[in-house]
């Protein structure tokens, strides 16, 4: 995970324009990008980072001038998915109890506007737990 920084960036025009140029020249691609009040995190295939993490960082500090930028291994990503899932209530509620009672913590949530998806970024090594508690919330019913 690409961590970034930075007071008032909503205000600045083109800020993630410059970090994604930034991968982009790099030849790196990203898995995932969700943001919030002043930060920006973008999810990296750590193989693609692995051995490049002082350039990146060099870059992006360059590019974009962020207050803060660092680079974090050993998240996963898990997309709970589907249709059913638009307005229906609970849905979130269920995740997150789910994961939270198989002892899981919780490390980055995401959801889009169109309410496809949630995204739960997990510890690499709670990803299994956290998984078979979803399936176990939602498939085993």
């Known amino acids: 995970v690409l961590h970034i920084e930075k007071d008032m960036m909503n ?13 982009s020249d790099l030849g790196l691609s990203f898995e995932h990008f ?26 992006i500090s360059k590019a974009a ?11 996963s990503l898990i997309a709970v998915v589907g249709r059913g899932m638009v307005r229906a209530p609970g849905t979130a509620s269920r995740i997150f109890s789910a ?10 949530i995401d959801q889009g506007s169109s309410e496809l998806s949630i995204l739960v970024g997990v510890d ?12 176990d919330e939602f498939v085993s019913e």
Do not use: C, W
């Open 34 to 59: 969700p943001s919030g009040i002043d930060t920006l995190s973008i999810i990296i295939n750590a193989e693609e980072v692995k051995g490049n993490e002082k350039k990146i960082l060099a870059e």
């Open 99 to 108: 994961i939270a009672a198989a002892g899981v913590n919780v490390r980055m």
């Open 11 to 23: 205000n600045e025009i083109g800020f993630g324009m410059k970090v994604l140029k930034v991968l």
């Open 124 to 135: 690499s090594g709670e990803f299994q737990q956290a998984i078979l508690a979803i399936y």
């Open 65 to 75: 001038n962020p207050d803060n930028v660092s680079i974090e291994t050993g998240l």
